[in-house]
């Protein structure tokens, strides 16, 4: 993701106006006050009155407003909505788990190149269009609501950006269709919008016409960009029990032109990077989600937690926000007891920024250093072909068998990654292979080495099915994140 412009938002509220009857009436307390025997000061030491009342009308503003703020709910919580899930507009009934795989692994090439792409000059037009069905890769969605009256809208929910944008009318381009299941915005139609105003400073440019600013989002290195202008509006979230969150004067932008942003499900994009306009610097510093099973269609209890009371906790581990991805800092990697050789230099990026490891919410497989890579490979490839299970590969997966998880690696030793600060992810079978490539009845490791011409800067990457049966919490002020083995289930009881 490519930001043309930051400042750090700091929009007045309206329902600081209420402030207004609050302070009137404590000015009218003090006043009284002064008034009963301060005749004599008023008059001998009118200027040290002055500022004795400007300091205590300063602490009243303040303490207004503070009390104003404190009211203001801090947590939007919301399900998240896998791609292939029954709650998402691309269901299928009729698909197969191999379907479904086979989806997942066309999603993950459409993320290599999307990223690729925004971090170097390379162009997706040079990957095969069938691949890139999808221009950003994506897995999860959210739905909101946006306005007054709340306005649904389904969108997609990205760590890789940081601008919450939404389609508005007039709009020209790839602005979704019909089968889109959430109208268009209509900021006409909304009692609380209202456009960013001039002066912009460092947001973007100004309209000087219509008083409002402007914005362009560049996703793929420009392949896919967005125009418009950015407003403020109430922006809700239901909770899994139908209760309503809003917070008013979100910032957000109003798509008016957009080009080959080709999910026609979706009406935007939910930024949850590190920049200052994104949702989660707005309200704070925090986020977290929890990721269910990702291959069951079923499995809807994956939520997401905007605000300061995300999910933070289990291991911590040191996170590092560079050209608007997450890294973190992997020492090692383990095969049941045994440290694998392999040279934690090969983890860490250079002073050119390739390398590293990033963790991603719209990859669904991970993606390792070769040099790392080789000898998980070799491990597993060891421990597998002593069950005598046929052997194959596919163009983007070298490991895969003839056979099924749940019978046929019941003793499979846990995978453990090393993180920074003592934080060990255990990785079980659930998050190391994925099924039913590409008929039923077969398994392929969801792994895969880096190369030079499949990912953002020569990164590894931590997908998607790594993170099953996890709650990942996000703390940007502190710099850590968390990984707590969950089953989602539990975060609705």
């Not at 788990?97 to 290599?112: G, P």
């Not at 403020?232 to 139908?242: I, K, R």
């Not at 209890?301 to 999910?311: F, M, P, R, V």
């Not at 990912?455 to 099953?468: D, E, L, P």
Request: aromatic share 10%.
């Amino acid at each position: 993701m490519e930001y043309k412009w930051y400042m750090k938002i700091k929009p007045v509220r309206r329902d600081e106006i209420n402030i207004t009857l609050e302070f009137l009436l404590n000015v009218s307390a003090i006043i009284k006050v002064v008034s009963m025997g301060a005749a004599s000061l008023l008059f001998h030491h009118a200027k040290s009155l002055f500022f004795i009342m400007a300091f205590m009308f300063s602490i009243l503003i303040t303490n207004s407003v503070a009390a104003v703020v404190a009211k203001e709910p801090r947590r939007l919580v919301t399900k998240l909505i896998h791609h292939d899930s029954i709650l998402s507009p691309f269901y299928n009934a009729s698909a197969t788990s191999s379907d479904r795989a086979t989806r997942a692994i066309e999603r993950s090439k459409a993320r290599l190149a999307y990223l690729k792409a925004a971090t170097t000059r390379y162009s997706l037009d040079d990957i095969r269009s069938g691949l890139v069905q999808n221009g950003i890769g994506t897995v999860f969605y959210v739905n909101i609501s946006i306005g007054q009256p709340p306005v649904p809208q389904l969108v997609v929910m990205d760590t890789g950006s940081s601008i919450f944008w939404i389609h508005c009318p007039p709009c020209v381009g790839t602005c979704g269709s019909a089968r889109s299941p959430t109208p268009m915005f209509d900021p006409n139609k909304s009692s609380s919008y209202s456009p960013y105003p001039c002066p912009c400073a460092e947001l973007g440019p100004c309209d000087f016409i219509k008083n409002q600013c402007l914005y362009t989002i560049d996703y793929g290195g420009g392949k896919i960009r967005i125009t418009g202008n950015y407003a403020l509006e109430d922006l809700t979230f239901v909770t899994f029990d139908e209760k309503a969150t809003t917070i008013s004067n979100m910032l957000f932008g109003c798509g008016h032109a957009v080009e080959n942003f080709s999910d026609e499900q979706a009406r935007g994009v939910l930024g949850l990077g590190a920049g200052p306009t994104s949702v989660t610097k707005q309200i704070g510093s925090r986020f977290s989600y929890c990721i269910g099973n990702i291959s069951n269609p079923e499995d809807t209890d994956g939520q997401l937690i905007i605000g300061d009371k995300a999910i933070i906790d289990g291991n911590l581990t040191q996170l590092d926000v560079y050209k608007g991805f997450y890294y973190l800092t992997l020492q090692g990697i383990s095969f049941g007891d045994k440290p694998l050789d392999i040279d934690p230099k090969i983890f860490q990026r250079n002073r050119e920024g390739r390398g590293g490891v990033i963790i991603d919410s719209g990859m669904t497989l991970t993606i390792l250093d070769e040099l790392a890579f080789g000898p998980l490979k070799n491990e597993v490839q060891n421990f597998i072909d002593g069950l005598n299970l046929e052997h194959h590969s596919t163009e983007l997966l070298p490991l895969c068998y003839k056979g099924f998880v749940s019978q046929d690696l019941i003793d499979f030793p846990a995978v453990t990654f090393h993180f920074a600060g003592g934080a060990d992810l255990v990785l079980g079978t659930e998050n190391l292979f994925l099924s039913h490539i590409p008929a039923y009845g077969s398994f392929c490791l969801a792994v895969t080495k880096v190369n030079r011409n499949n990912t953002a800067r020569g990164a590894s990457m931590i997908g998607v099915i790594m993170q099953q049966y996890l709650n990942v919490g996000y703390d940007l002020l502190a710099k850590k994140l968390s990984f707590m083995p969950l089953n989602c289930a539990f975060l609705y009881s």
